[in-house]
């Protein structure tokens, strides 16, 4: 599986910016996509996820400002981030999971100036 990630920049808070996650390859072992984020000096942390079923999981600090969709038609996965805060600042990467795999795209910058 491969995966494509854009949609970085650099944003002033309380503004938006939408990422996006192009998957090819097998994608058909895939059960769910969803998005990491490691800021400098921390751990990589789980952003949002969406399963193939269409569940979806959230971060308790993005919830209510951020939003993870799907356009399977595409194989597209898609992170809408509202109300953007400087703590957001991080290197974002796009992750795909199978029952025994998980595949990473290369990260994209999201820097949110105060």
């Known amino acids: 599986v491969q995966l494509q990630a854009s949609g970085g920049g650099l944003v002033q808070a309380g503004g938006f910016l939408r990422l996006s996650c192009a998957a090819s390859?097998?994608?058909?072992?895939?059960?769910?996509m969803g998005w990491y984020r490691q800021a400098p000096g921390k751990q990589r942390e789980l952003v949002a996820s969406?399963?193939?079923?269409?569940?979806?999981n959230y971060a308790d600090s993005v919830k209510g400002r951020f939003t993870i969709s799907s356009d399977n038609a595409k194989n597209t996965v898609y992170l809408q981030m509202n109300s953007l805060k400087p703590e957001d600042t991080a290197v974002y990467y796009c992750?795909?999971?199978?029952?025994?795999?998980?595949?990473w795209g290369q990260g994209t910058q999201v820097t949110v100036s105060s």
């Open positions: 992750n795909a999971a199978s029952l025994y795999n998980q595949y």
């Open positions: 390859g097998s994608i058909f072992n895939v059960i769910r």
């Open positions: 969406i399963t193939r079923t269409g569940d979806l």
